[in-house]
């Protein structure tokens, strides 16, 4: 069974946290996947640098910009990445716009994910229908689970459908908003987790956007299986570097 | 073969909705109701009396007497320098501006490069009574103050991008941020054929009402409606897709697409997106565009900041792949020249952009009976300092 959903069938809340490949430094990848796993978190998003991030606020999109300036690249991460098996179980994503997969090649950038063992990708502009009818088969040959996003605006029906197409959980975005640009939870959000959670669905789903310390994790996670935290984990790196990761994790779980 | 979108949004193997899901609701509400509203006899009435008595339409067609001698051809110019505002833009945003307030919409958005698109917007929110935010590069802020000024008399706001290069692919990353953010209240009025499905067919429709009139007038002088060539400048390529519009079908009809070359393809430094791009994703698009062998979009040049975008509208890549469309490049100072040129052999001062389509006459043979028509997509007033600059006028 694939990492991922080995995870999710865990009885617990999960902390998924996500990073920018090649930020601060070059080569701190492997460094911070190891780090982030001996301090108990459950779940890594490598997020995969791109010159224009749509849907990232501006913590990211500099951590973006700086990695690309450090000279990152699809190629270099898969070089990082290539023996990271030995010394890590934690279910790893990759969480990337989807030019840069586009110009590697589909079928090889899911190929050399398999290889690594990367469990699953998230890709924010690779909207659903696109994927159903194009990719979904590569994606399932080389057993990679493929994360859909929904929000407050996202339909039911349309929610259904996302539900039918996916195979692992289901990224809850938490408000209208791009990453990074919310500070705690209100009566909105609460109705909002509650309401999906009410759906049913066969996929879990991660609270992602706005949790930024032990108490949006909490709000997130009392209707959600988990949530993920992006932002908030980059400033930290930015302001007390790779070695403050345990510190940051232990303040949350 | 058909040259226009399909019931998917593409054009051939381009366009599409390529955005993430926060987007999807607008997006999906726009293109679910753009074909309906336009269509409905009380917009059709609005926005052709809007393009009349305000904007100024028609446009004239005028036999450019000395060029053609010159040439040794028929050279007709489509004045859209001669809109309200002083270029085409305005055509598009008199049709969305209608277009949002039918759905409701109270807060607009817009991203601008050169200014030109953001002065058309602001325009037609100060006619509608709209709140107008316009989103530009932080470095296009201080090459454009003229235009940056008019926004703000027109009662805009401009909002520095200062993410990225701080030009026009960034202010359209912000506009598009902007939108995520305030997915009920607002509506993005995107300023060229770019953009996921439906803005990149929306757009072409409002513009295409340049090559409706092109045709008239073509019958009312030439007795005939169709040219043989027609010409126009590609940036994200509004201007170009409006004046073809009505041409796509008509074989006999020859499409030229003029791309900025800047210092030259090999240069470095240039925008010519058909040389230099390969098929990609931006601004939830998959089109040609300019990008590093790993994906990443590369920043564009050109002296024009109106053609100075890393991609290209879908329908010019579908164009440009099914050869339906030349496309030529030209290079600053062949357009510059012909600024110069064209001021003192017509007595027209073309926007930078504009005067890219006229080098075509250097790099193509036409004969005597051919009737060559090109787009003067707008007026060279706000590039009088870069004008003023390079000739040391």
Known sequence: MNRINQKLQEDKKILSIYFSAGYPNLNDTVQIIQDLEKSGVDMIEIGLPFSDPLADGPTIQESSTKALENGMTTKLLFEQLENIRQSVQIPLIIMGYFNPILQYGIEDFCKKCEEIGIDGLIIPDLPVDIYAENYKETFEKYGLINVFLITPQTSEERIRYIDSVSNGFIYMVSSASVTGSSTGFGDIQTNYFKRISEMNLKNSQIVGFGISNKETFSQATKFGKGAIIGSAFIKNLTENGVSSIEKFVSKIL | ?393
């Not at chain 2, 226009?4 to 955005?19: L, P, R, S, T």
């Not at chain 2, 409606?225 to 004046?243: K, L, M």
């Open chain 2, 1 to 393: 073969m058909s040259f226009h979108v399909n019931e998917k949004g593409f054009y051939g193997n381009f366009g599409g909705a390529y955005i993430p899901e926060m987007l999807y609701p607008n997006v999906e509400e726009l293109r679910q109701n753009y074909l309906k509203i336009t269509a409905d006899k009380s917009f059709q009435k609005e926005f052709h009396e809007l393009l009349k008595d305000y904007v100024g339409r028609p446009t004239p067609l005028y036999f450019a007497e000395r060029l053609s001698k010159e040439y040794n051809t028929k050279i007709y110019l489509k004045r859209e320098d001669l809109c309200h505002t002083g270029a085409h833009k305005v055509n598009n945003t008199i049709g969305q501006i209608l277009l949002a307030k039918r759905l409701g919409k109270t807060r607009i958005i817009a991203e601008t490069g050169a200014g030109q698109h953001g002065v058309a917007t602001a325009t037609v929110c100060a006619l509608m009574g709209l709140q107008c935010i316009v989103y530009m590069g932080e470095i296009d802020i201080k090459r454009q103050a003229p235009n940056v000024a008019r926004m703000k008399m027109l009662g805009a706001e401009v909002r520095p991008a200062t993410s990225g290069s701080k030009t026009l692919k960034d202010a359209t990353n912000e506009a598009i941020r902007d939108w995520i953010n305030n997915p009920i209240d607002t509506y993005y009025i995107i300023g060229s054929v770019v953009g996921p499905h439906p803005y990149p067919d929306m757009v072409a429709r409002f513009q295409s009402v340049i090559s409706e009139e092109i045709k008239a007038q073509l019958l009312e002088k030439e007795g005939q409606e169709n040219p043989d060539y027609v010409i126009a400048c590609v940036g994200g390529g509004s201007n170009a897709a409006g004046t073809f519009y009505h041409f796509l079908d008509e074989k006999e009809v020859n499409i030229i697409a003029v791309e900025a070359a800047g210092k030259g393809i090999d240069s470095g430094e240039s925008a010519a997106t058909s040389a230099l791009g390969k098929i990609g994703i931006i601004h939830g698009s998959k089109t040609l565009l300019m990008q590093s062998p790993d994906g990443q979009i590369t920043e564009p040049y050109s002296i024009s900041a109106g053609l100075d975008y890393p991609g290209v509208g879908p329908m010019h890549a579908h164009l440009f792949e099914t050869k339906r469309a030349e496309f030529i490049s030209i290079t600053d100072d062949e357009a510059m020249n012909w600024g110069i040129k064209m001021s003192q052999t017509e007595g027209i001062i073309p926007a930078i952009e504009s005067a890219h389509a006229f080098a075509v006459l250097d790099k193509k043979k036409f004969k005597t009976a051919d009737i060559v028509v090109i787009n003067l997509s707008g007026r060279g007033d706000k590039d009088l300092n870069t004008y003023i600059d390079y000739f040391k006028l």
